[in-house]
């Protein structure tokens, strides 16, 4: 009888604590995404890993610089052993999502963190040369990031913000050393996608750092 009491005993502290790391879950990613960094930092100290991911495979991080959360990231880049280096389903990091939004205090902090600067396949530069944010595109290169950093099918940031980004992220790239003259699996250089996109100004930039290196490219 004494153990079957204890059996039962067992039972209802697994059943209670069970539930209660149920609701916590819940009650953390639903504060991530209302910056309720009060909330976040109660759980934490409770004991809740800042790395848990949701049911999508996103942690509090990733989704705090997503949503934007900018407290509760505070609260969570705090944290011991928090890890910033973090992938969602598309292969994008907390850091390339904040050089998307040209959030340049963001992505020193993750940086500080040891986010990866340098990551394979398209990188943090990439998006920043996306978006024309020149400042954080300054703070990836002077944290060593490869300015001609390759895509899965070989696009470069000079590219990128030859079709996308603006002229100030162009003649930027350009000044800081990006090379003109490469091409992506698509046999496409930057000169061609700022043709493409119908970037006058783009093209002229390209242009003229494509003639200043000696290479004929067609014409424009």
Known sequence: MRNYFRYFIYLFVFIGFSASSAGSFEDYFAAVARDD?????????????????NEKGLTGVFIAVRTPSPKVLNVLLAAPKIQVETRNEKDESPLMLAALQGDLATCQKLIAKDADVNKTGWAPLHYAATNGHVAVMQLLLDENAYIDAESPNKTTPLMMAASYGSTEAVKFLLEAG???????????????????????????????????????????
Request: aromatic share 4%.
């Open 178 to 220: 990006a090379d003109p003259t490469l091409k992506n699996e698509k046999n496409l250089s930057a000169l061609d996608f700022a043709q493409k996109a119908s970037r006058p100004d783009a093209i002229e930039l390209i242009g003229a750092a494509v003639r200043k290196r000696g290479v004929k490219q067609g014409t424009w």
């Open 37 to 53: 960094a009060s909330t976040v930092q109660n759980l934490l100290r409770r004991g809740f890993d800042p790395n848990t991911v």
